[in-house]
């Protein structure tokens, strides 16, 4: 651990810049100015580490500036040009490189100390590692692995957001017997490898560490399907941070175990909020096998429902204009249709006319917490607009109209007719109970649960086929001519 | 002994973590696991103390360092830089309203 130095105050700095950061960042009106304070308490982490005020180690600068500028040029790029509707990807993909960042950390630290025969041998590193002997290996092991279990599940999850990987939950045979195999056996390659071996083989050992862990991870979040994938991030971005923390036990730094812990615990809360929205355990969710793209065995297809109306733009439009008050409801079709701009446009037109217009946002509308919010914020729909779930519930009743683009699941009202449903008290919105519901979605194919949806043949229901953007663009349209 | 310090750092840390975004609106979610994300990039002042491994084992200690050191600046920058995209649409809004 630092001692009393100016680099250990300025590292205390840091890390009261991040503990600031976080909770500034959970309040609307401060979140701005959380996330720049905690990127402040960052820089000045890294300026403190490459200055070192009191002397300290040499560091070879090639590493150092080529690291930099490679990992700078990559981020910001990306940062620069996501868009909106791929945030949850990319927050997936950075936390999966977070993760095996310290992979990497605690395997340098590792060969510098221990694998490369000009540098010494363990008795020799001994004197300088902090930790040293078995305390100092099981934190390298659970770096190692908690790191790659990160990187692996991230990028497989973010394979499954952007659909480059099926969303339906993958079941290996076995499963259960594979995954603990390759933990296990990791596990115990590692603390041989670091406890016993020196040179080549304890960098073998370390290897086959990282191997384990990484299709553990893999072999994890298969099963987990895409609905699923909000939760299995934010439980990977607590992992990202305990790595972290790891990787602070290894080289002996407070500011990486604090900040590290910080991390985990937030995710760990997210997660439990996002659990809490959908009705389930976490355990429930890391089980897996839970809905997926297509229509799971007895699911609904398009057969299945025999009432169906359908409204074309101009029938829709008629509907709309004659309301006093519409709810909009988006859904993960919105972010698919890019369509969050003509949504707004057609809420304003809306207000034009003299009609009350609120959004109702699902707490899992989408494929990340918050995701229609951001959208929504993108396209500069008034926060006032924006209703929380408890809050919007009751006014259903005495709503003219729900507009619902692209979202499912989250209004089913089978969730609270039906006991037996796999969704059963998953708390929705209830569309149902407002006078006219404009239900667009391309299909009548079923959501992530893959259950059928009896909202799509109500009485008051008019499935509204096309695509969100195209269609809603034509309803708008059809809107400023009459 | 310093072990043990480290893990009472590590455990009043976590308690600190729970307590500090007890109460998040859904709004925020996004931005804050993001943000939060980018914070799990201070493992890049690990990456960096790799560095001096490169200085007597300039092949392998000096690519792997430069891969410790990159990962996590993708991890710091893209993350704190998304975040703040984000945000700035919920604030961009405001001003514009108050401008109204």
Redesign the interface.
């Known amino acids: 651990?630092e001692g009393f130095t100016p680099a250990g105050l300025l590292y205390l700095v840091a890390t009261f810049l991040?503990?600031l950061?976080?909770?500034r960042?959970?309040?609307?009106r401060t979140?701005?100015s959380?996330?720049?304070l905690?990127?402040v308490g960052?820089l000045l982490?890294?300026v403190v580490?490459?200055v070192r005020p009191e002397g300290g180690?040499?560091?070879?600068?090639?590493?150092?500036i080529?690291?930099?500028l490679?990992?700078?040029a990559?981020?910001?790029v990306?940062?620069?040009r996501?868009e909106?509707t791929g945030?949850?990807e990319?927050?997936a993909l950075?936390?999966g490189?977070?993760g095996?960042?310290?992979t990497?950390?605690a395997?340098?630290?590792f060969?510098?100390?221990f694998?490369?025969a000009?540098?010494g041998s363990p008795a020799d590193a001994a004197g300088d590692v902090?930790?040293g002997g078995g305390?100092w290996a099981i934190a390298i092991v659970l770096s190692v692995l908690i790191g790659t279990v990160t990187f692996t599940g991230s990028l497989v999850a973010m394979g499954k957001l952007s659909g480059k990987i099926s969303g339906n939950p993958v079941i290996l045979p076995a499963r259960h017997l594979l995954t603990s195999v390759l933990l296990i056996g990791g596990i115990a390659a590692g603390v041989y490898g670091t406890l016993y071996c020196e040179g080549n083989t304890a960098v073998l050992m370390v290897g086959l560490l990282a191997l384990g862990a990484g299709l553990f991870g893999i072999i994890s979040v298969l099963p987990i399907g895409g609905a699923d994938m909000p939760v299995v991030?934010?439980l990977l971005?607590s992992y990202?941070?305990l790595?972290?923390?790891m990787?602070?036990?290894?080289?002996?730094?407070?500011?990486?175990?604090?900040?590290?812990?910080?991390?985990?615990?937030?995710?760990?809360?997210?997660t439990t909020?996002?659990c809490k929205a959908m009705n389930r355990s976490l355990g429930n969710v890391l089980v897996g096998g839970f809905g997926g793209d297509a229509p799971a065995a007895g699911g609904g297809g398009a057969d299945e429902y025999t009432s169906v109306k359908s409204a074309g733009p101009e029938e829709s439009a008629m509907i709309l204009e004659s309301a006093t008050s519409v709810i909009i409801i988006p859904g993960y079709g919105m972010a698919v249709a890019q369509a969050q701009h003509v949504v707004k446009e057609l809420g304003e037109e809306l207000e034009r006319r003299g009609c009350e217009v609120r959004y109702a946002?699902h707490?899992v509308a989408g494929r990340?917490?918050?995701?229609m919010?951001?959208l929504l914020?993108?396209s500069?729909v008034?926060?006032e607009q924006?209703w929380?779930l408890e809050r919007i519930n009751g006014d259903f009743k005495t709503t003219d109209v729900t507009v619902i683009v692209g979202a499912n699941d989250v209004v089913n009202p089978e969730a609270i007719e039906n006991p037996q449903s796999p969704i059963a008290g998953m708390p929705i919105l209830n569309a149902h109970e407002s006078g006219t519901v404009l239900m667009i979605k391309r299909s009548l194919s079923p959501g992530y649960a893959g259950i059928k949806n009896p909202l799509f043949e109500r009485d008051n229901t008019y499935m509204c086929f096309g695509d969100g953007k195209a269609f809603l663009q034509d309803v708008v349209t059809e809107l400023k001519e009459s | 002994m310093i072990f043990l310090l480290m893990l009472f750092v590590f455990m009043l840390a976590i308690a600190v973590g729970n307590e500090l975004i007890s109460k998040v609106p859904p709004t925020l979610h996004t931005p804050l696991m993001s943000g939060a994300n980018a914070i799990s990039g201070i493992t890049i002042v690990g990456a960096l103390m790799c560095a001096q491994f490169a200085i007597d084992d300039p092949t392998t200690s000096r690519i792997l360092g430069v891969i410790a050191i990159a990962l996590a600046t993708i991890n710091v920058v893209g993350g704190f830089m998304v975040t703040d995209r984000m945000l700035a649409m919920f604030s961009s809004k405001k001003k514009k309203k108050e401008g109204k």
């Open positions: 651990m991040f503990i950061g976080i909770k960042l959970s309040k609307v979140a701005r959380g996330n720049q905690a990127a960052m982490a890294i580490t490459l180690i040499d560091l070879d600068w090639t590493t150092v080529a690291g930099l490679l990992g700078g990559v981020g910001g990306m940062a620069k996501v909106m945030m949850p990319l927050v950075f936390n490189f977070g095996l960042a310290s990497f950390v395997v340098t630290e060969w510098g100390r694998g490369s000009t540098i902090v930790l305390v991030v934010s971005n990202s941070g790595a972290a923390s990787a602070g036990f290894v080289i002996g730094n407070s500011l990486l175990i604090v900040a590290g812990a910080l991390v985990g615990a937030a995710g760990l809360i997210l909020v996002m946002i707490p990340m917490p918050g995701h919010n951001v914020a993108e500069d008034p926060y924006l929380e």
